[in-house]
C-alpha cells in the first residue's frame, strides 16, 4: 500500500500502460493524498551506461534533456552522492514558471551494474523567486541498468506542481514529458562531450565517482 510522499514501486499490478514510443513505455497510477498521477517510464537507450551517467552527473544537463527544463545549476556543499540542485521548468503563458530544489542522491553496485539515483525536493534549501511557483512535493527515481552497450532506463516519479493547476491537465502531461525527455536523454549522450568516461569503484564494489578518462 503506497502512502501520500512515497512512490508507487516499480513492480505493483496498478500500473496502467498509457503508451508506447519505439523502446519506450509509460504508465501511470494513481497516488494517495494528491490529485496528480505518479507515472513510471521504462527504456532502452541506445548507448553505455558511462555516457548515460556523464549526462546525469552534470548539473546544467536538464536543459538538454528534460523536457521544458529552461534552467538548472547546482549549489551548496554536495558530493558525487549527495548534493542539491535547482532548476525551473518553463510553463505556457499564461501558467507560471514552476521551480525546483532537489537533493540528488546517487548509487551503484558493481557486481549488478545498477545504478540509482533519488530526486527528492527540499523547497527550504534556496528563496523562493517572486516570478516563480516552488514545487514542495516532487519525488523521482532512476534506476540505470547496463545491457551491454545499451542502457536500460526506469524512471518512477510523482510530482505535485503546486498552484491552480487542473489535475488533468498535469496528468495528461504524464505521458508526453518522459517520452520526449528520454529520446533527448539518448540523443544528448551520443554527443562527443559526453563520450570517454568512466565509473569508478571502491574496493567493497560501490561506485564513487563519474569521471573522463583523461582526468
Known amino acids: 500500500m503506497v502512502t501520500a510522499g ?7 499490478a496498478d500500473w496502467r500502460l498509457r503508451k508506447e514510443a519505439g523502446n519506450i513505455r509509460i504508465y501511470t497510477t494513481e497516488q ?6 505518479a507515472f513510471k517510464a521504462e527504456a532502452l537507450l541506445d548507448t553505455p551506461i558511462e555516457n548515460v551517467m556523464a549526462v546525469m552527473i552534470n548539473p546544467g544537463s536538464c536543459t538538454e534533456w528534460v523536457h521544458n527544463c529552461s534552467e538548472s545549476y547546482a549549489f551548496g556543499r554536495g558530493d558525487f552522492h549527495d548534493r542539491y540542485a535547482y532548476s525551473v521548468n518553463d510553463m505556457p503563458w499564461p501558467v507560471t514558471d514552476r521551480d525546483y530544489v532537489l ?3 546517487t548509487r551503484g553496485d558493481r557486481s549488478s551494474g545498477e545504478i540509482v539515483m533519488d530526486l527528492n525536493a527540499t523547497p527550504g534549501q534556496r528563496a ?3 516570478n516563480r511557483i516552488r514545487v514542495d512535493r516532487s519525488d ?3 534506476r540505470f541498468i547496463p545491457e551491454g552497450n545499451r542502457t536500460r ?3 518512477v516519479q510523482h510530482t505535485d506542481p503546486n ?3 487542473p489535475g488533468w491537465l498535469v496528468n495528461s502531461l504524464l505521458v ?3 517520452v520526449r525527455s528520454i529520446q533527448a536523454l539518448e540523443e544528448v549522450a551520443g554527443k562527443s562531450r559526453y563520450q570517454g568516461f568512466e565509473l569508478l569503484w571502491d574496493e567493497r564494489g560501490k561506485l564513487t565517482d563519474v569521471v573522463h578518462s583523461d582526468s
Open 6 to 12: 512515497e512512490l508507487p514501486d516499480e513492480q505493483t
Open 32 to 37: 494517495p493524498g494528491s490529485k496528480f498521477e
Open 103 to 105: 537533493r540528488i542522491r
Open 128 to 130: 523562493e523567486n517572486s
Open 140 to 142: 523521482t527515481l532512476y
Open 153 to 155: 532506463m526506469i524512471w
Open 163 to 165: 498552484g491552480a493547476l
Open 176 to 178: 508526453d514529458i518522459p
